[in-house]
């Protein structure tokens, strides 16, 4: 029996600058720009989401895509965007 098949991913961190940026609007941002792009986002907690490629797997060309979606909202918040790894190994 082969062992499953990773699932690549990397999550995303977002902290407001202010109180009065709503997370979910940047969340839904987001969203937004990957759906367009074939990849989807789940809250992974602690303000972290995980991203992921529909039926594939995520690649460093989407993190750098996230990166750029992401200076747009530099002047409201902390996006840290972290390396693909496998979301679905137990650690």
Not at 7 to 30: C, M, Q, S, Y
Not at 71 to 90: H, K, N, Q, Y
């Amino acid at each position: 029996m082969s062992a499953p098949c990773p699932t690549l991913g990397f999550l995303v961190t977002i902290r407001p600058h202010r109180l009065n940026v709503a997370e979910r609007a940047i969340v839904a941002d987001l969203e937004s720009a990957l759906e367009r792009a074939g990849l989807s986002v789940r809250r992974a907690g602690g303000g972290a989401h995980a991203v992921v490629r529909d039926g594939s797997q995520a690649t460093n060309a989407d993190r750098e895509l996230v990166r750029e979606w992401a200076e747009r909202w530099a002047a409201d918040a902390t996006i840290i965007v972290g390396d693909v790894v496998d979301l679905g190994a137990s650690g």
